[in-house]
């Protein structure tokens, strides 16, 4: 038994430690609780750099459903998760278009189906066969065979009905991966060229597609410089605020265009 423990133990037994024990428990808590802060940090900066890496988009797909289960056949959910050549919402700066072939190299990985993006709430994968992907003249489509399960039954149920129709997909960008262009509004265009898949999701009310820091890194320096102009460290927050107005306004204004 170490003195520390020790020192605890007469704690728990209601004992009255001296000044100077009491003064070397004290240091000792309080370089446990920075060890205990520092190792937290770490984890939750390990945490962030792995959420922010990846991306998710989502969109409305017509054609998301059922075929019908039968007493041999268990229910199968179909449709697209992505579609091609499709410009994307305006996402805080720049628009985004999924070329055809941007998928390919995924389709042999080990890929997740889930519900909501939640990582606990497996619907299907392909490496056991209940989740099936491939490309079409359209884009990503898939069939899934969700399980027995209450996420399973609800999945089915809320899609059928017509409550959950939108999809969403969680993926990585190599460097090379995408490139840069103008659109007819001036605006930076991103084009996935090839994208690491790693997830699809059906969505009941997809959240503000995330970016991840994958598309700043890759970006050029002409993208970055319309995405954050004049952003210097002395007044950091103050442009960071007015580049996100402006976006703002952007988007407000390309709503009222019905773009």
Same mark, same amino acid.
């Given at each position: 038994?170490?003195?520390?423990?020790?020192?605890?133990?007469?704690?728990?037994?209601?004992?009255?430690?001296?000044?100077? *024990?009491? @003064?070397?428990?004290?240091? #000792?808590?309080?370089?446990?609780?920075?060890?205990?802060?520092?190792?937290?940090?770490?984890?939750?900066?390990?945490?962030?750099?792995?959420?922010? +890496?990846?991306?998710?988009?989502?969109?409305?797909?017509?054609?998301?459903?059922?075929?019908?289960? %039968?007493?041999?056949?268990?229910?199968?959910?179909?449709? =697209?998760?992505?579609?091609?050549? %499709?410009?994307?919402?305006?996402?805080?700066?720049?628009?985004?278009?999924?070329?055809?072939?941007?998928? %390919? /190299?995924?389709? +042999?990985? /080990?890929?997740?189906?889930? &519900?909501? =993006? /939640?990582?606990?709430?497996?619907?299907?994968?392909?490496? @056991?066969?209940?989740?099936?992907? &491939?490309?079409?003249?359209?884009?990503? #489509?898939?069939?899934? *065979?969700?399980?027995?399960?209450?996420?399973?039954?609800?999945?089915?149920?809320?899609?059928?009905?017509?409550?959950?129709?939108?999809?969403?997909?969680?993926?990585?960008?190599?460097?090379?991966?995408?490139? &840069?262009?103008?659109?007819?509004?001036?605006?930076?265009?991103?084009?996935?060229?090839?994208?690491?898949?790693?997830?699809?999701?059906?969505?009941?009310?997809?959240?503000?597609?995330? %970016?991840?820091?994958?598309?700043?890194? *890759?970006?050029?320096?002409?993208?970055?410089?319309?995405? *954050?102009?004049?952003?210097?460290? +002395?007044?950091?927050?103050?442009?960071? @605020?007015?580049?996100?107005?402006? =976006?703002?306004?952007?988007?407000?204004?390309?709503?009222?265009?019905?773009?």
């Amino acid at each position: 038994m170490t003195k520390l423990e020790r020192m605890i133990n007469e704690i728990r037994a209601g004992r009255v430690l001296s000044a100077k *024990n009491e @003064s070397k428990l004290r240091a #000792a808590m309080e370089a446990m609780m920075e060890v205990l802060a520092q190792l937290e940090g770490d984890i939750e900066d390990d945490s962030r750099a792995s959420a922010v +890496s990846q991306e998710q988009r989502y969109a409305p797909i017509t054609g998301l459903e059922i075929r019908a289960k %039968t007493l041999t056949e268990p229910a199968t959910i179909l449709g =697209h998760a992505a579609l091609f050549n %499709t410009p994307s919402v305006y996402m805080m700066g720049f628009r985004e278009t999924i070329e055809p072939g941007a998928f %390919t /190299d995924s389709l +042999s990985g /080990d890929i997740r189906a889930l &519900w909501q =993006h /939640d990582t606990a709430r497996v619907l299907g994968r392909t490496k @056991s066969g209940t989740l099936r992907l &491939w490309e079409d003249d359209q884009g990503l #489509a898939f069939e899934l *065979n969700p399980p027995d399960t209450q996420d399973g039954r609800d999945a089915v149920t809320l899609i059928e009905r017509g409550d959950v129709d939108q999809m969403s997909f969680g993926f990585n960008v190599a460097p090379g991966g995408d490139s &840069w262009s103008e659109d007819a509004d001036g605006i930076p265009l991103r084009s996935l060229r090839a994208v690491s898949l790693m997830e699809i999701s059906p969505v009941t009310w997809a959240a503000y597609p995330q %970016t991840g820091v994958g598309v700043m890194r *890759n970006a050029p320096k002409w993208v970055v410089d319309f995405l *954050n102009p004049g952003v210097d460290d +002395s007044r950091k927050a103050d442009d960071v @605020s007015r580049v996100r107005l402006g =976006h703002m306004l952007k988007r407000l204004e390309l709503f009222k265009k019905g773009i």
